[in-house]
């Protein structure tokens, strides 16, 4: 069962010691400007490929309408989307 506990990612004293490590190198008072700007960027990221999506639908088929996200659609609609192509 041990050797699953890696794939959990850090743990208990795993932990603590990247917390530390962490405010040896940035200071008490960057962690949270660090954390702000990783959020930031994210969120940058998740719009570029959503836009990216969206120019990739549009390029595939212009006249289609556009679907937010495919879990919106259920299963009858994308048995008659896939039977299209």
Do not use: C, W
Request: aromatic residues 4%; without cysteine; glycine residues 8%.
């Amino acid at each position: 069962m041990s050797s699953l506990l890696p794939l959990f990612g850090p743990v208990g004293p795993e932990m603590l010691i990247i917390l530390l490590v962490l405010v040896l190198l940035f200071g008490a008072n960057k962690i949270p400007k660090l954390a702000r700007s990783t959020g930031e960027a994210m969120g940058e990221f998740k719009k570029g490929r959503e836009e990216i999506e969206q120019e990739l639908n549009e390029a595939a088929d212009p006249d289609a309408e556009p679907v937010e996200d495919v879990s919106e659609l259920d299963d009858e609609e994308l048995e008659t989307d896939t039977e299209k192509n």
